[in-house]
T-cell receptor, first 109, second 114 residues
Framework: GEDVEQSLFLSVREGDSSVINCTYT??????LYWYKQEPGAGLQLLTY?????DMKQDQRLTVLLNKKDKHLSLRIADTQTGDSAIYFC?????????FGTGTRLQVFP | DTAVSQTPKYLVTQMGNDKSIKCEQN?????MYWYKQDSKKFLKIMFS???????INETVPNRFSPKSPDKAHLNLHINSLELGDSAVYFC?????????????FGPGTRLTVT
């Protein structure tokens, strides 16, 4: 199957860490991605991880990949109000990207 | 300076009409895509073109006809618009030689069919 699942909502306090989770189904996916969508805007690629890695860090972002469980997570350290957006994970399936259902992150002061 | 641009940003039209959405990228990419995002924010690929050739066509009604006049442009024409076509349509592009398959998205076209 091609289902990529995420929880719908996450609410965190400013300054805390956010962890957004994703489960995917295609064990042959070579790359997995995190995109951010702000209101009224397109999708912005935040980061990606190759399937032979289990962690990637990029400034405030940490991606963890558990291939055995087909589980991907995005941790945002020191979450700011500007991080409020919808976050999509995506897996590469042959020539196309399969996107998750999106997680709406709300950051409150 | 915009990398992937789309026109129009908003499109309101009546059922039965025919409309087009245009996309242009100035990134030098050779692959372009159309995605549809529904009201629940679910995003699904519709079409993909590589060097002006159709490579992905995801069970989209044939009322939708993409056209790629050159590698930098991918347009989407929709005939006989239906209420269910209301959505945000995103164009994206990538470079086929990029092993990480990074796709860059346009700002979207919000189509409302009344």
């Amino acid at each position: 199957g091609e289902d990529v699942e995420q929880s719908l909502f996450l609410s965190v306090r400013e300054g805390d860490s956010s962890v957004i989770n994703c489960t995917y189904t295609d064990s042959s996916s070579t790359y997995l991605y995190w995109y951010k969508q702000e209101p009224g805007a397109g999708l912005q690629l935040l980061t990606y991880i190759f399937s032979n890695m289990d962690m990637k860090q990029d400034q405030r972002l940490t991606v963890l990949l558990n291939k055995k469980d087909k589980h991907l997570s995005l941790r945002i350290a020191d979450t700011q109000t500007g991080d409020s957006a919808i976050y999509f994970c995506a897996e590469r399936h042959t020539d196309k990207l399969i996107f998750g259902t999106g997680t709406r992150l709300q950051v409150f002061p | 300076d915009t990398a992937v641009s789309q026109t129009p940003k908003y499109l309101v039209t009546q059922m039965g009409n025919d409309k087009s959405i245009k996309c242009e990228q100035n990134l030098g990419h050779d692959t372009m895509y159309w995605y549809k995002q529904d009201s629940k924010k679910f995003l699904k690929i519709m079409f993909s073109y590589n060097n002006k050739e159709l490579i992905i066509n995801e069970t989209v009604p044939n009322r939708f006809s993409p056209k790629s006049p050159d590698k930098a442009h991918l347009n989407l024409h929709i005939n006989s618009l239906e209420l269910g076509d209301s959505a945000v349509y995103f164009c994206a592009s990538s470079r086929s030689s990029d092993t990480a398959y990074e796709q860059y998205f346009g700002p979207g076209t919000r189509l409302t069919v009344t």
